[in-house]
């Protein structure tokens, strides 16, 4: 989960950085694509950043270029093409898709608790490489398929909302099963050093 380890911090160019790095800039075009309801162009670049989100910590690991810098860009990466699609998905509601506020509101609280938590732990020095749970990466995988799914029945023009309810569903359930973990794991790393 939290490990310190003796990295070298002036290692930030690597490709799986690159990367990540490729991922966040693609937010606004996506955005812009979800706005204008062009589903078929959302679609291609959802699917390109997600399967950047795959790619970079593969090679990373493969190329042994595992970073700090990486090990926060990758977690702010996800954070911030998810919280991007849902604003835009719940304020705009394009095609009357109905993704309820409290849903994004949990995201939000979710992810700036961790936030805040890992800030907490970086400003005492016990905090290292940052490594996703099993758990962290289920929530991730369910979020993209979610966000996926919503691209692709919106380019088909066919809404099935009880699907979508279950995603919010398993999605709330294990954003706050994360949040427990991570918190658990947190304290044991703040109790130890």
């Known amino acids: 989960m939290y490990q310190n380890k003796s990295v070298?911090?002036?290692?930030?160019?690597?490709?799986?950085?690159?990367?990540?790095?490729?991922?966040i800039?693609?937010?606004?075009?996506?955005?812009?694509?979800?706005?204008h309801k062009n589903w078929y162009l959302a679609a291609i670049v959802f699917t390109g950043a997600a399967l950047t989100d795959i790619l970079d910590g593969f090679l990373a690991?493969?190329?042994?270029?595992?970073?700090?810098?990486?090990?926060?860009?990758?977690?702010?990466?996800?954070?911030?093409?998810?919280?991007?699609c849902y604003a835009v998905l719940i304020i705009c509601?394009?095609?009357?898709l109905d993704i309820p506020r409290w849903f994004g509101l949990t995201v939000l609280g979710k992810e700036f608790l961790l936030i805040?938590?890992?800030?907490?732990l970086r400003y005492q020095g016990k905090l290292g490489i940052i490594q996703a749970s099993k758990l962290g990466k289920f929530t991730t995988f369910m979020q993209t398929c979610f966000l996926w799914y919503i691209c692709v029945v919106s380019c088909l023009n066919i809404f099935f909302e009880p699907a979508i309810q279950v995603f919010l569903?398993?999605?709330?359930?294990?954003?706050?099963?994360?949040?427990l973990e991570y918190s658990y794991f947190g304290y044991k790393q703040w109790r130890s050093l």
């Open 25 to 35: 800039a693609v937010i606004p075009f996506l955005v812009y694509q979800i706005i």
């Open 169 to 179: 569903g398993l999605i709330i359930l294990f954003m706050i099963l994360t949040l």
């Open 116 to 120: 805040i938590g890992a800030l907490i």
């Open 61 to 84: 690991r493969s190329l042994n270029q595992v970073t700090v810098l990486g090990s926060y860009l990758d977690p702010l990466a996800d954070k911030l093409l998810f919280i991007s």
């Open 93 to 96: 509601k394009p095609n009357h």
């Open 8 to 23: 070298n911090f002036a290692q930030i160019y690597t490709i799986s950085n690159f990367l990540t790095l490729m991922r």
